[in-house]
């Protein structure tokens, strides 16, 4: 399994442009979510998905569109792209099964640089 | 509502010094919680959770956790450091009653030294 990918790892914006990060995992998981890591403040959660054809959103939305047309595929799309949004982004998937645990596999992150 | 809270940004100790990274939660629910860790330019890696199994949880690398109700806390430790435990380290507690959704402290960054 290749467990959680992203593509790209690295990209460079200019303020106003627009771009999709892509999320796949291969794990039938349930549940994906989507995080933005800030220097000393963690990662927040931008928008999740319980199930494909269902998503809702996470502390910190504005600025960001998602859909989930597949059990597989979680994009994050970027409409107007602004240098706040310079970031790292993690997507992540956790299963649906036994809600104790729902322990997150988290992909290897994107790189985003807003100019 | 849930909240993470990690004392100390930057954590040093020596090589075979005793690890100790501190996490206290907020939780209207009873909490479910998870120690990741995040290697330079890696994404991140569960080290352990605890899911109301048992108060001591072993993780992966020799860490280990404690839940206290009491003290509303959770602390990570690992009794002899090692070079390669440099990273950064995240407590998180799990939103609400759903996956999905985890509240991340601020991460502390432990350094090792030799």
């Known amino acids: 399994n290749a467990g959680v990918t992203q593509t790209p790892k690295f990209q460079v914006l200019k303020t106003g442009q627009s771009m999709t990060l892509q999320c796949a995992q291969d794990?039938?998981?349930?549940?994906m979510s989507w995080y933005r890591q800030d220097p000393g403040m963690g990662l927040r959660l931008i928008h999740y998905?319980?199930?494909?054809?269902?998503?809702d959103q996470g502390e910190v939305p504005n600025g960001y569109n998602v859909s989930r047309s597949t059990t597989e595929d979680f994009p994050l799309r970027l409409l107007l792209a602004a240098p706040s949004q310079t970031s790292v982004y993690f997507c992540?998937?956790?299963?649906?099964?036994?809600?104790?645990?729902?322990?997150?596999?988290f992909g290897p992150g994107t790189r985003l640089t807003v100019l | 509502a849930q909240s993470v809270t990690q004392l100390g940004s930057h954590v040093s100790v020596s090589e075979g010094a005793l690890v100790l990274l501190r996490c206290n939660y907020s939780?209207?629910?009873?909490?479910?919680l998870f120690w990741y860790v995040q290697y330079p330019n890696q994404g991140l890696q569960l080290l352990l959770k605890?899911?109301?199994?048992?108060?001591l949880v072993k993780g992966i690398n020799g860490f280990e956790a404690e839940f206290k109700k009491s003290e509303t806390s959770f602390h990570l430790t690992k009794p002899s450091a090692h070079m390669s435990d440099a990273a950064e380290y995240f407590c998180?507690?799990?939103?609400?009653?759903?996956?999905?959704?985890?509240?991340f402290g601020q991460g502390t960054e432990l350094s090792v030294k030799p």
């Open positions: 939780s209207s629910v009873p909490p479910y």
């Open positions: 794990m039938n998981h349930e549940y």
């Open positions: 605890y899911t109301s199994a048992a108060t």
């Open positions: 998180a507690v799990r939103k609400g009653n759903q996956g999905g959704k985890l509240i």
């Open positions: 992540a998937s956790s299963s649906g099964l036994a809600a104790s645990d729902n322990e997150q596999f």
């Open positions: 998905s319980v199930g494909a054809g269902i998503t």
